[in-house]
């Protein structure tokens, strides 16, 4: 679990989150290079890489929870490319019990601005699934509910410009304007495991991800042998 006294956009740290921050981007593009691993054993190059997709992927869980969800089984599907099937890159599903949690699904449907906004509107009763309220962020879904946020409690919806003098006014039921977030477009994309409909800020939980030859689904800041290292960290050391 991040220790709560670091900043999380330490930019001596480089530490990478699920945030549109500035910080964070900045962050991301300066550990944008070949893994560093020449004076390095190969237990300190999975400890690196252990440390390095976890404070992405949960830094907000402990390792003992994460641990709890950790599969040595990793799902794939069966689909062929022309003549050639080539192996998925399949190691970054290590973390793909983690994107059931509402926190999670919230940020990468761009319904927050980063994982821990996201623990906020939970927490604040703005987060309904299925119809009911959900209080905890760490609630895990299951295939095909539909988590809706209050539109008020989306930070990139803005209301109208009020009426000017003479025009009608407002009756509180019009639409609101998208409104962007400075450095967040290169995270507005949505994941093929949800369906986001925008004009209900609701988003339906398809399925849990998978891999295909040549892509994986979850989004990650990190190459595919970074998350191996990390899995076989984990495959070795579990507990």
């Known amino acids: ?18 945030s549109w921050n500035k910080y964070n981007l900045y962050n991301m593009a300066q550990r944008t290079r070949a893994l560093n691993s020449a004076n390095k054993t190969l237990y300190q190059q999975k400890w690196a890489s252990k440390k390095d997709t976890r404070a992405y992927h949960g830094d907000q869980i402990t390792e003992r929870q994460f641990q709890s969800m950790f599969d040595t089984r990793l799902p794939t599907a069966n689909t062929k490319v022309g003549a050639d099937e080539p192996h998925p890159p399949v190691f970054s599903l ?14 990468r449907s761009n319904l927050a601005p980063s994982v ?3 623990r906020q509107l939970v927490g604040h009763g703005k987060v309904k699934i ?3 309220a959900m209080p905890f962020p ?12 209050e539109p008020k409690a989306v930070s990139t919806l ?63 800041p990190f190459a595919p042998q970074v998350h191996q290292l990390a899995y076989e960290f984990y495959a070795r050391n579990r507990k």
């Open 158 to 220: 803005k209301k109208v410009a009020a009426p000017k003098e003479g025009e009608a006014e407002l009756t509180g039921k019009e639409p609101m304007d998208f409104v962007p977030h400075k450095f967040s477009q290169p995270f507005l994309f949505v994941p093929d495991y949800l369906e986001v409909n925008y004009n209900t800020c609701s988003v339906c939980f398809l399925r849990s991800p998978i891999s295909r030859p040549g892509k994986t689904e979850i989004p990650s």
């Open 1 to 18: 679990m991040r220790n709560t006294k670091i900043p999380a956009y330490s930019l001596r740290r480089q530490m990478i989150r699920m």
């Open 94 to 107: 290590t973390f793909a019990e983690l994107e059931r949690r509402l926190d999670f699904i919230l940020f």
């Open 116 to 118: 821990y906004a996201a």
């Open 138 to 149: 760490s609630h895990r879904v299951a295939d095909g509910d539909i988590v809706s946020v």
């Open 130 to 132: 299925n119809g009911k």
